[in-house]
């Protein structure tokens, strides 16, 4: 079974933070800590739909990155989100053609055939009425990134667990729990 490679490797520390990314993550750093929180993330993302980004994203992000587990990210950490959150943000512009702000069930799937997954017309439809609770049938950008740090998540617990690379693992229910837990919030 092959799995879709993350889009970008881990982060390493030794890499030079670039300059945009420096401003950035002073921007977003308001108490000057050196770490940045969901809530100060939340306060620098816009959705697109004249809002921010939900609570539940920005967490997400955060903690795709956060390895002390500590509810905040470094400059380094901060650089990985921030590629991730580009991409993401390239793909779902280039399915988002009439510039809404939001995607429909056949660009999602389309968009995530791109990142590398192949999943059913059924488990897209899942997905868009699992993201939007107001039914419009579409997405916003940070549903989107929702979608894309959970799956994200899941691949990744799911390929450990997946010693064959065969796309079928068992799993003990606390097992279950803990990776269901770990990767929503």
Not at 58 to 67: A, S
Not at 82 to 94: E, H, K, M, P
Not at 113 to 142: A, N, W
Request: some cysteine; overall charge negative.
């Amino acid at each position: 079974m092959a799995y879709p490679n993350s889009m970008f490797g881990a982060t390493n520390p030794e890499t030079q933070v670039s300059p945009e990314v420096q401003q950035w993550f002073a921007a977003v750093d308001r108490d000057n800590s050196g770490k940045i929180t969901a809530i100060e993330l939340q306060s620098a993302l816009a959705n697109g739909q004249g809002g921010t980004f939900s609570d539940t994203a920005c967490r997400l992000m955060i903690g795709m990155f956060d390895k002390e587990k500590n509810g905040t990210i470094d400059l380094y950490e901060f650089q990985a989100l921030y590629n991730y959150i580009n991409a993401w943000l390239g793909v779902f512009r280039s399915f988002d053609h009439d510039n809404s702000g939001s995607i429909q069930e056949n660009e999602l799937s389309a968009a995530l055939t791109q990142m590398g997954y192949r999943l059913s017309p059924e488990f897209i439809s899942f997905l868009i009425k699992k993201s939007d609770p107001k039914g419009h049938s579409s997405i916003t950008v940070d549903q989107f990134i929702v979608l894309c740090v959970q799956i994200q998540k899941f691949t990744d617990a799911f390929r450990v667990r997946d010693t064959e690379q065969e796309g079928v693992i068992n799993i003990g229910f606390e097992d279950f729990l803990g990776v269901a837990l770990d990767c929503t919030v």
